[in-house]
Nanobody
Framework: QLQASGGGLVQTGGSLRLSCAAD????????MGWFRQAPGKEREFVAT????????LYGDSVKGRFTISRDNAKNAVNLQMNSLKPEDTAVYYC??????????????????????WGQGTLVTVSS
């Protein structure tokens, strides 16, 4: 079970930090990811981090602005979002799934690689 938090309203150029708390029984064995979905659009890959934290991948639209991290001792994954833009406005979802593939596999860009999803947290960036 995943619980996302930290969303809110921020001005363009501002920052937010999203957190996702996970069930400790499986977290340490799961690849974790963040996706987002804006109104009328498909769910979009944001970032993913491997079980060890050694492999991190980002979607092109957030590279250089967002940072994903995980704390296996606290069963949490975080998404630090800087230099936010209005086009970052969306519901953000954390997701987890067993590491069945190489951590660098682009399968982790797709929602189907993840078996467990949080409820989503809304991020709104005003212009």
């Amino acid at each position: 079970q995943l619980q996302a938090s930290g969303g809110g309203l921020v001005q363009t150029g501002g920052s937010l930090r999203l957190s996702c708390a996970a069930d400790g029984r499986t977290f340490s064995r799961y690849v974790m990811g963040w996706f987002r979905q804006a109104p009328g659009k498909e769910r979009e890959f944001v970032a993913t981090i491997s079980v060890s934290g050694g492999t991190i991948l980002y979607g092109d639209s957030v590279k250089g602005r967002f940072t994903i991290s995980r704390d296996n001792a606290k069963n949490a994954v975080n998404l630090q979002m800087n230099s936010l833009k209005p086009e970052d406005t969306a519901v953000y979802y954390c997701a987890g799934g067993p590491q069945k593939f190489s951590p660098t596999s682009k399968v982790y860009y797709t929602p189907s690689a993840y078996s467990t999803w949080g409820q989503g947290t809304l991020v709104t960036v005003s212009s």
